[in-house]
């Protein structure tokens, strides 16, 4: 399990407003029902001398690993967050699929709702009713069943990527909310929060970070073509 001092190693950007973490798959961000470690629990040591740690800008599932912005401050976290609200945020994601795309590149428009009106479930489905949710998507490479995507979410809802790529027919691999139940084992999710962009100074360019890959995602990656974990070029196998 992750510890305070482990959280330092991955870190990717820190200024006097906000802190960009490579958050690790299978750690939640918020305390659940069920208690245990969360990421918020761990946010105390990356104060840096500030008087109250970091605070989340957004999130992200549990499985999902990668770029996660946090606010340093309440000033920071306002305006962090009409940036996410703005659309204005740049998210680019990794997933490994089963299944492809009906082409190459595409944009994905599904609305979504909620699954269930229990307001304490998140699993949510394609519902006309629902909130617009957007998403491009581009293939970067193939092996077999396995299709390596590169995804950029237009919108922010909850589970997109995951709902978006299953109703297409690729859902990701180790998804076992939305996913294939063909494996009596399956593998972790395999969707990485690959970077993130976001113009919070308005006379700099955007502020960007990248997280590499983990460790769980590498032996599909580079089956479908990743030649080295810095790689983002679309590579054909």
């Known amino acids: 399990?992750?510890?305070?001092?482990?959280?330092?190693?991955?870190l990717l950007y820190r200024d006097g407003l906000m802190l960009i973490l490579d958050k690790p798959a299978g750690l939640p961000v918020h305390r659940g029902p069920k208690g245990g470690v969360s990421l918020e629990d761990l946010l105390?040591?990356?104060r840096f001398g500030l008087p109250r740690?970091?605070?989340?800008?957004?999130?992200?599932?549990?499985e999902t690993s990668g770029c996660l912005v946090l606010g340093r401050h309440r000033q920071a976290l306002q305006r962090l967050g009409r940036l996410f609200a703005a659309g204005r945020v740049d998210k680019t994601y990794w997933a490994i699929t089963q299944g492809a795309p009906p082409t190459d590149e595409g944009r994905i428009e599904l609305p979504l709702g909620r699954r269930s009106d229990d307001p304490r479930s998140w699993w949510m489905t394609v519902d006309p009713a629902g909130q617009p949710a957007v998403t491009d998507y581009r293939?970067?490479?193939?092996?077999?069943e396995l299709c390596w995507l590169e995804l950029r979410p237009r919108t922010g809802r909850t589970?997109?990527?995951?709902?978006?790529?299953?109703?297409?027919?690729?859902?990701?691999?180790?998804?076992?909310?939305?996913?294939?139940?063909?494996?009596?084992?399956p593998p972790p999710l395999h969707l990485h929060a690959r970077s993130i962009s976001l113009p919070l100074y308005p006379r700099r360019s955007p502020t960007s970070a990248s997280a590499p890959p983990p460790a769980h995602m590498?032996?599909?990656?580079?089956?479908c073509g990743l030649r080295s974990e810095g790689d983002s070029a679309p590579v054909r196998a």
Not at 139 to 144: D, F, H, I, K, M
Not at 218 to 223: H, I, M, S
């Open 1 to 10: 399990m992750i510890d305070p001092e482990d959280l330092l190693t991955r």
């Open 139 to 144: 293939v970067l490479g193939r092996a077999g």
């Open 159 to 185: 589970h997109q990527l995951r709902v978006h790529l299953a109703a297409l027919g690729c859902p990701v691999l180790g998804d076992r909310i939305y996913g294939r139940r063909d494996r009596a084992d």
């Open 53 to 62: 740690p970091p605070a989340l800008a957004h999130r992200l599932d549990r």
């Open 218 to 223: 590498l032996p599909a990656l580079q089956a």
């Open 44 to 46: 105390g040591g990356l």
